[in-house]
């Protein structure tokens, strides 16, 4: 590796981190010492994967408020777990900490990078990471945002993730040198304030020895990546009541949306429009469907184009494999997605005139075991 040592081009990067660094809830004051809670560490990590820390910030403190240690959180049931997370997203990290809180309350918090390693949703950079900024161990942490800092600094040709090994080795020594804790923290705040997609370079400690900005091409490196077209889809989303109780699939135990409840959803291309819903408050027993204006949901691979409803029936039916009737008064406490949080906020207000709908008695048969 032709690239100056990583403890001299990366020492401005301590001093810089103490004069510029943000104050966050999961943060220790002293970056010398061990953090004093390594399990508030864990949780950060999990969520700020893939999630921006503004959004973070409120969902790690009542996280902690209700589930202050491993133990409370092993003893929590998977419903109040989710409940908790609801609206965060990617809630397999959930399911993920949860598992690694288990295996910590019951066998305590492991010796090595190894053995993080080996606990449930932490991948080498979550228990890189875990193990520098709470342990104080000189493990390179490569989040996206160190990969970006890195890539300019080294003025790495192509995807720097395919020099992960060598970043890592090339690292080591700057960890143990200018502290694990700080130097590790202090690159991916680097990444996330000032060397982001559109860099700010005036403010950079690093720039006197950043390749890509010596040979003006910091808005090329590193290259962005190309994201495939999500799938369109379009959907009715139905929240269906008899005797008090709503229709909901209960929670699967894999996939993207395992842990939540959902509302039935079903193909709008199957199931075609038939007429127009009429304009009708959801408590009026006369009109019992009722539809609101729909909007497009958005994931990482597909878009959703979500059509609201609500279908108010005398009595319940069997309901087909995977749903059940769950009573009304339960639905704020249980987890949705957001998607289907939004569902569930529209029962409160009344339905639209005039909108296109379904038939009634087709999304019966179709959700029925008949």
């Not at 109040?80 to 990617?90: F, I, N, P, Q, R």
């Not at 399911?95 to 295996?103: G, I, P, Y």
């Not at 009722?290 to 108010?312: D, F, K």
Request: charged share 20%; net charge neutral.
């Amino acid at each position: 590796m032709p690239w100056p040592p990583a403890s001299t081009l990366l020492a401005p990067l301590a001093p810089w981190f103490e004069a510029s660094r943000r104050d966050l809830p999961w943060r220790a004051g002293d970056l010398e010492a061990p953090h004093p809670d390594p399990y508030a560490v864990l949780v950060s990590e999990l969520m700020l994967q893939q999630t921006q820390v503004a959004t973070v910030i409120p969902y790690f403190k009542r996280w902690m408020d209700r589930f202050p240690t491993p133990q409370d959180l092993a003893e929590a049931d998977e419903d109040t777990v989710h409940k908790a997370w609801e609206g965060l997203g990617y809630y397999r990290r959930a399911r993920f900490l949860k598992a690694a809180a288990n295996c910590i309350a019951s066998e305590g918090w492991p010796g090595d990078l190894e053995g993080l390693a080996g606990l449930p949703g932490l991948g080498p950079y979550t228990a890189a990471a875990v193990g520098s900024i709470a342990f104080q161990w000189p493990a390179p942490a490569l989040d996206g945002n160190a990969f970006r800092v890195l890539a300019r600094l080294l003025l790495i040709e192509g995807d720097p993730k395919a020099r992960a090994g060598d970043l890592r080795a090339w690292l080591a020594p700057a960890l143990a040198a200018h502290g694990p804790s700080r130097l590790t923290q202090a690159l991916m705040e680097l990444g996330a304030t000032v060397c982001a997609p559109a860099p700010a370079c005036g403010s950079c400690p690093l720039v006197e020895g950043c390749g890509a900005r010596l040979a003006g091409r910091t808005a090329e490196i590193p290259p962005v990546a190309k994201r495939p077209t999500p799938k369109a889809s379009a959907l009715w989303l139905v929240a269906m009541e008899a005797e008090g109780h709503m229709l909901l699939h209960a929670p699967a135990a894999r996939g993207l949306l395992a842990g939540l409840w959902r509302w039935p959803a079903l193909d709008a291309e199957t199931i075609p429009a038939a007429g127009v819903a009429s304009a009708a408050s959801v408590a009026s027993p006369a009109a019992p469907l009722v539809a609101w204006p729909g909007w497009t949901q958005i994931y990482t691979h597909r878009r959703e184009a979500v059509s609201p409803l609500y279908l108010r029936l005398e009595a319940r039916f069997e309901a087909a494999e995977g749903l059940c009737w769950v009573p009304a008064g339960d639905l704020s406490r249980l987890p949705l997605g957001k998607r289907d949080q939004r569902l569930r906020d529209l029962l409160a207000t009344p339905g639209q005139a005039l909108l296109e709908a379904p038939d009634s008695a087709l999304l019966i048969q179709t959700l029925s075991m008949a």
